[in-house]
């Protein structure tokens, strides 16, 4: 038994540093003793002594009490200890978990090692509750505010676009996209079943209805182009922005990507120009960050197809947009992607790991005109990076420095052309007594559009050639040794190809006109623009009007033409066709009337030859001192030379200005 021998004082507290104090209340946490220790405790004169035998005998039963209580504790089990957390074996058997590691005894009693006796986070079951939990919310939110027309309209406007844009453009696997859009009419009550179709992947769901409202803001556009027709367009598109806004633009998708194309094709045809380059900018990006490179074992045939036909689809968008606007192409190097087959989309087996079996190429298939697009774009860029460059200040030919250096590539890459319109297959070559005719009238409409891109290819090719006989420097009379005899034959061959594909290109645009085999409306007035200013250049140039003698009469016909299909577009809305006429008539008007002093050709403007005839007594400067001033002009400048120069400047010019036009304050460099 321990001994106490406390000491006491009487009213020293100088001496009473501390004092035992015995608590023997039923309320104390132990009733057996409770000791505290009171510092510098003093006590009262009042206070009631205790005597030294009470307190032996209280501390005698404390400690008795204390010896009970150890003898109990030896006697009892001891307890199961708490755990933070069992193994996963344990809470699926639901046994009771010691949480030994690396291995508990339950688990040691089932003979399991480690690898079965597993421990699992606590912060990462938390951390994926609180995943699903976010999940959820976002597929409600993102349910909440999907809007889609009525069925009816919407079949509409997708057969249109499946009948006019998806055979030019194969982007989508139209069986896979078909399924998931009768999904959503036949689910719209149930957002649990949409959540099952779609894996429960928010960002795939975002992007299929992103695709979704940019494909009929392409049937709206493609069905009529009438006012109400252009703001259902943009209803679709806003629609379809604001779901790209919050797209996972890190983690991406093939169905992100085909959302960011399909609204470039879009933009194509509004003034929004430079956010149609950054769009599809961003889509090549998003296509190379997920691999999209990559075969994989596991993929079906339609899905091999349909991820080759994304990436090619920006391939093609970043050519057409480069040639367009004069700036690099984005995607430079040698792609390993290979090229789509031409595959109908109902002849693809969508059967997982399909792709690693032989398909069988059809003889006649729509998508024989994407295949063929494709190589025919690899001559475009043959001829941008021979003959053009994007430039930093001035849009100018490249071939001014030596233009004589160049002729041996102009005959090659004439040489490609021919060579892939000899292999055409037969259904896409365009024969124009057939367009009236009973064949598929969507093989005619794609061998009249590829036939459109063919034409126009030919005078990017011949362009450079023309420009720099017009402005003086090819077959100058004051330099005839500049160029053997051969080498005269051959620009003069350049010359005459080229102002023949203009004026083939602007007669069937305008025979054309109202027909299905019209190129959609922003092509067709680019291309028009494009082979105006190549009869602009022989119009005022003497060195081109010695080259075309004999189709002088036709080359003002086919100019009328052209500026009357251009004014058909422009009261049709178009700002674009407004703008190009403008351009091309106030070049040709105050200028024309000097060759034509040389050379007499009948011009159908009666107002432009009352102003010649009052002027006639004013001294003029010689034709080519005034011509070489007009090539001198960056306005004409750049119609002429474009694409080494960028058409994004069209863009920007107001409907309506008045006197000249100062275009130069308009034209972006890059």
């Keep these: 038994?321990?001994?106490?021998?406390?000491?006491?004082?009487?009213?020293?507290?100088?001496?009473?540093?501390?004092?035992?104090?015995?608590?023997?209340?039923?309320?104390?946490?132990?009733?057996?003793?409770?000791?505290?220790?009171?510092?510098?405790?003093?006590?009262?004169?009042?206070?009631?002594?205790?005597?030294?035998?009470?307190?032996?005998?209280?501390?005698?039963?404390?400690?008795?009490?204390?010896?009970?209580?150890?003898?109990?504790?030896?006697?009892?089990?001891?307890?199961?200890?708490?755990?933070?957390?069992?193994?996963?074996?344990?809470?699926?058997?639901?046994?009771?978990?010691?949480?030994?590691?690396?291995?508990?005894?339950?688990?040691?009693?089932?003979?399991?090692?480690?690898?079965?006796?597993?421990?699992?986070?606590?912060?990462?079951?938390?951390?994926?509750?609180?995943?699903?939990?976010?999940?959820?919310?976002?597929?409600?939110?993102?349910?909440?505010?999907?809007?889609?027309?009525?069925?009816r309209l919407a079949d509409a406007l997708l057969e249109v676009y499946w009948d006019n844009i998806h055979p030019f453009y194969p982007i989508l696997h139209k069986p896979s996209f078909m399924r998931r859009y009768n999904e959503i009419w036949s689910q719209a009550d149930s957002s649990h079943d949409e959540l099952h179709h779609f894996d429960g992947n928010v960002q795939k769901l975002r992007a299929f209805h992103a695709t979704l409202n940019i494909a009929l803001a392409l049937g709206c556009i493609r069905a009529r182009s009438d006012a109400s027709s252009l703001k259902s367009a943009k209803t679709y598109y806003d629609r379809s922005s604001q779901?790209?806004?919050?797209?996972?633009?890190?983690?991406?998708?093939?169905?992100?990507?085909?959302?960011?194309?399909?609204?470039?094709?879009?933009?194509?045809?509004?003034?929004?120009?430079?956010?149609?380059w950054i769009t599809i900018g961003n889509a090549i990006r998003i296509a190379q960050g997920i691999?999209?490179?990559?075969?994989?074992?596991?993929?079906?045939?339609?899905?091999?197809?349909?991820?080759?036909?994304?990436?090619?689809?920006?391939?093609?968008?970043?050519?057409?947009?480069?040639?367009?606007?004069?700036?690099?192409?984005?995607?430079?190097?040698?792609?390993?992607?290979?090229?789509?087959?031409?595959?109908?989309?109902?002849?693809?087996?969508?059967?997982?790991?399909?792709?690693?079996?032989?398909?069988?190429?059809?003889?006649?298939?729509?998508?024989?005109?994407?295949?063929?697009?494709?190589?025919?774009?690899?001559?475009?860029?043959?001829?941008?990076?021979?003959?053009?460059?994007?430039?930093?200040?001035?849009?100018?030919?490249?071939?001014?420095?030596?233009?004589?250096?160049?002729?041996?590539?102009?005959?090659?890459?004439?040489?490609?052309?021919?060579?892939?319109?000899?292999?055409?297959?037969?259904?896409?070559?365009?024969?124009?007594?057939?367009?009236?005719?009973?064949?598929?009238?969507?093989?005619?409409?794609?061998?009249?559009?590829?036939?459109?891109?063919?034409?126009?290819?030919?005078?990017?090719?011949?362009?450079?050639?023309?420009?720099?006989?017009?402005?003086?420097?090819?077959?100058?009379?004051?330099?005839?040794?500049?160029?053997?005899?051969?080498?005269?034959?051959v620009i003069t061959g350049c010359v005459r190809s080229c102002v023949s594909a203009a004026q083939e290109l602007v007669d069937l645009l305008h025979i054309q006109l109202h027909s299905d085999c019209a190129p959609p409306r922003w092509y067709a007035v680019f291309y028009l623009f494009s082979a105006g200013t190549v009869l602009l250049s022989v119009l005022v140039s003497p060195n081109l009007q010695r080259a075309c003698t004999e189709n002088l009469e036709g080359l003002l016909n086919t100019w009328s033409r052209c500026m009357e299909t251009l004014t058909y577009y422009g009261q049709m809305g178009d700002m674009f066709a407004k703008r190009c006429h403008k351009i091309l008539q106030a070049a040709l008007t105050p200028r024309s009337r000097l060759v034509y002093d040389q050379d007499p050709i009948p011009v159908e403007n009666n107002e432009h030859n009352q102003r010649e005839s009052n002027e006639s007594n004013v001294d003029q400067p010689s034709t080519m001192d005034e011509f070489q001033a007009l090539l001198q002009d960056p306005d004409l400048a750049d119609a002429m030379a474009w694409p080494a120069g960028s058409q994004d400047w069209l863009n920007s010019l107001p409907e309506e200005r008045s006197g000249v036009f100062a275009l130069n304050d308009y034209v972006t460099s890059i």
């Design 1 to 151: 038994m321990p001994k106490f021998a406390p000491k006491f004082s009487k009213g020293s507290p100088e001496k009473d540093e501390c004092l035992l104090v015995l608590d023997f209340t039923p309320q104390s946490p132990d009733p057996c003793l409770c000791i505290r220790n009171h510092p510098q405790t003093v006590r009262s004169e009042d206070s009631p002594e205790i005597s030294s035998e009470a307190l032996l005998v209280q501390l005698s039963r404390s400690a008795d009490c204390v010896q009970m209580d150890d003898a109990d504790d030896n006697t009892r089990p001891p307890k199961r200890r708490k755990i933070r957390i069992a193994c996963q074996q344990c809470r699926e058997k639901k046994t009771r978990c010691d949480g030994a590691r690396p291995v508990c005894q339950a688990c040691v009693r089932k003979k399991l090692g480690p690898e079965n006796c597993v421990y699992l986070d606590p912060s990462s079951e938390l951390s994926d509750t609180r995943r699903q939990m976010k999940l959820k919310r976002e597929m409600e939110n993102l349910l909440d505010g999907l809007t889609l027309p009525t069925r």
């Design 291 to 489: 691999g999209v490179q990559l075969d994989l074992p596991s993929e079906s045939q339609a899905e091999r197809e349909e991820r080759r036909r994304t990436w090619w689809c920006c391939i093609l968008m970043d050519r057409v947009l480069s040639m367009t606007f004069g700036r690099p192409v984005m995607v430079v190097w040698r792609t390993v992607v290979p090229k789509p087959e031409p595959v109908d989309d109902e002849s693809l087996s969508e059967k997982p790991g399909s792709s690693r079996e032989p398909m069988e190429v059809q003889e006649l298939s729509t998508n024989a005109f994407f295949s063929q697009t494709l190589k025919l774009t690899d001559v475009l860029m043959l001829v941008l990076t021979n003959f053009y460059r994007p430039v930093e200040e001035r849009r100018i030919s490249t071939l001014s420095n030596d233009p004589i250096s160049k002729l041996t590539l102009v005959v090659e890459v004439d040489n490609e052309l021919a060579r892939w319109r000899q292999q055409l297959p037969q259904h896409l070559i365009f024969q124009p007594s057939e367009l009236s005719g009973e064949t598929n009238p969507i093989y005619t409409r794609q061998a009249a559009l590829l036939h459109f891109r063919y034409l126009h290819l030919r005078i990017l090719l011949f362009r450079p050639i023309t420009i720099d006989l017009s402005s003086g420097i090819l077959l100058a009379a004051t330099e005839p040794q500049r160029s053997t005899d051969f080498q005269q034959m």
């Design 243 to 276: 779901l790209l806004r919050d797209a996972d633009m890190e983690q991406g998708s093939i169905q992100l990507v085909q959302a960011l194309v399909l609204t470039a094709q879009y933009l194509q045809s509004t003034d929004m120009a430079n956010r149609c």
